[in-house]
T-cell receptor, first 115, second 110 residues
Framework: AQTVTQSQPEMSVQEAETVTLSCTYD???????LFWYKQPPSRQMILVIR??????QNATENRFSVNFQKAAKSFSLKISDSQLGDAAMYFC????????????FGKGTKLSVKP | KAGVTQTPRYLIKTRGQQVTLSCSPI?????VSWYQQTPGQGLQFLFE???????NKGNFPGRFSGRQFSNSRSEMNVSTLELGDSALYLC?????????FGPGTRLTVT
């Protein structure tokens, strides 16, 4: 069975600085998707970024980028120029290519942004 | 396009009762998935429906059930509620690979 581990329960960053959130996963599959979701205090889960395992190029969405290391089974999220609105819980999630509905989530990292 | 909507947003029920939660996916999305979020267990997959058929199921007891209608709207039902069923229930819809979540229904069982 696949597992997702986020080893940092809480992180803090100064506004305008850069922070990296860690995620590792375990799978025997070769083709899959990885996602980062953000859940602010409003509780609405928002998709931040996705990565397809067969694509070597790291995904980027504006200030958010990932460092995908397939061999190491690592998928970290880098947030540049942190803003107060980035404060939230961040969840790393895995989905098998053949499993349409089943996202497997890590326990989350609570990110605080200091003004 | 309107996002995923869930009703009701908040619900308080008593142990032993049953509850039905509703989810309307993004227009054109045919897949709807349900997740339970609790502080202790985190986010856990309940089930997924596609074209009115349950396509995938998580490891939850039979008290948790769901269905999907021809317009892709989905409902989940929990019978014989237990205190441990108190949670945020999230619904997500998907067109292809990415899942988009609704705001959730906060269920409190007393």
């Amino acid at each position: 069975a696949q597992t997702v581990t986020q080893s940092q329960p809480e992180m803090s960053v100064q506004e305008a600085e850069t922070v990296t959130l860690s995620c590792t996963y375990d799978t025997s599959e070769s083709d899959y998707y990885l996602f980062w979701y953000k859940q602010p205090p409003s509780r609405q889960m928002i998709l931040v970024i996705r990565q397809e395992a067969y694509k070597q190029q790291n995904a980027t969405e504006n200030r958010f980028s990932v460092n995908f290391q397939k061999a190491a089974k690592s998928f970290s999220l880098k947030i540049s120029d942190s803003q107060l609105g980035d404060a939230a819980m961040y969840f790393c999630a895995y989905r098998s290519k053949g499993s349409q509905g089943n996202l497997i989530f890590g326990k989350g990292t609570k990110l605080s942004v200091k003004p | 396009k309107a996002g995923v909507t869930q009703t009701p947003r908040y619900l308080i029920k008593t142990r032993g009762q049953q509850v039905t939660l509703s989810c309307s996916p993004i227009s054109g999305h045919r897949s709807v998935s349900w997740y339970q979020q609790t502080p202790g267990q985190g986010l856990q997959f309940l089930f997924e429906y596609f074209s009115e058929t349950q396509r995938n199921k998580g490891n939850f007891p039979g008290r948790f059930s769901g269905r999907q209608f021809s317009n892709s709207r989905s409902e989940m039902n929990v019978s014989t509620l237990e205190l441990g069923d108190s949670a945020l229930y999230l619904c997500a819809s998907s067109l292809v690979d990415e899942q988009y979540f609704g705001p959730g229904t906060r269920l409190t069982v007393t």
